[in-house]
């Protein structure tokens, strides 16, 4: 998977590498899904981005200087380790958000297993309502949630971006759908937004916040 190409610690290579062997077998094993789509707090399947959308997000935030990186679906960690290994060099931090605490919780083990914790702080709750409670405006955005709130979120965070801040979102190309369509439409028509579709991984909208 060619990950020291990135210069990632020993220890980030190694929780990266636990990622991969569970990814892996959910792959091969049977695929389930809660009723509705919904988890429920009790789905353990990773759902993850794959290791070359990573790779191009670590890319990207390793570019800013000394971002503030906001993270909206923490999932089990593996995104947030990538942004946050790229926060790290580039002097900034990550905020990451997720509804379940135990996806949290786990999330935040893994981040001190791979020397990450201190760039990442954890929040747990509604990522639309906690959006507003942000400190400080952000940098980059990585938006990984169930796409029907694509577009509450992009309503709340717009007004956070700093000028320059780029937003990724994910799951673009597949598994797509009127909420994907919805989304792109909506940060497109965003006054200074200039946005790209590319496909890496299941497909990634990639947006700028032009500086005014």
């Known amino acids: ?9 020993e220890a980030l290579v190694a929780v990266l ?13 049977p695929r ?5 789509g919904r988890d429920g707090g009790q789905d353990l399947r990773m759902r993850a981005i794959g290791p070359d959308t990573g790779r191009f997000l670590n890319t990207l935030v390793r570019g800013l200087d000394r971002p503030h990186v906001l993270e909206l ?3 089990f960690g593996y995104s947030g380790l990538w942004l946050a290994d790229a926060a790290r060099a580039a002097g900034g931090h990550v905020t990451t958000m997720e509804f379940h605490g135990y ?3 786990f999330a935040e083990r893994k981040a001190s297993d791979a020397g990450l914790v201190d760039y990442i702080e954890f929040m747990v709750g509604d990522a639309v309502e906690m959006i507003g409670t942000l400190r400080e405006k952000v940098d980059f955005v990585f938006l990984d949630v169930w796409k029907d709130l694509y577009l509450p979120c992009l309503e709340a965070l717009y007004p956070q971006l700093n000028p320059g801040a780029i937003v990724v979102a994910d799951n673009m190309l597949r598994p797509g759908g009127e909420d994907v369509r919805r989304y792109q439409e ?3 028509a965003k006054p200074g937004m200039s946005s790209i579709l590319l496909p890496i991984g299941t497909g990634i909208e990639v947006s700028r916040f032009a500086a005014s």
């Open 186 to 188: 909506a940060i497109r």
């Open 32 to 36: 389930e899904e809660a009723p509705g």
């Open 1 to 9: 998977m060619a990950l020291g190409e990135h210069r990632l610690s």
């Open 73 to 75: 679906g923490t999932s």
């Open 103 to 105: 996806k949290s919780e």
């Open 17 to 29: 590498e636990t990622y991969h062997r569970r990814m892996t077998a959910e792959r091969q094993g």
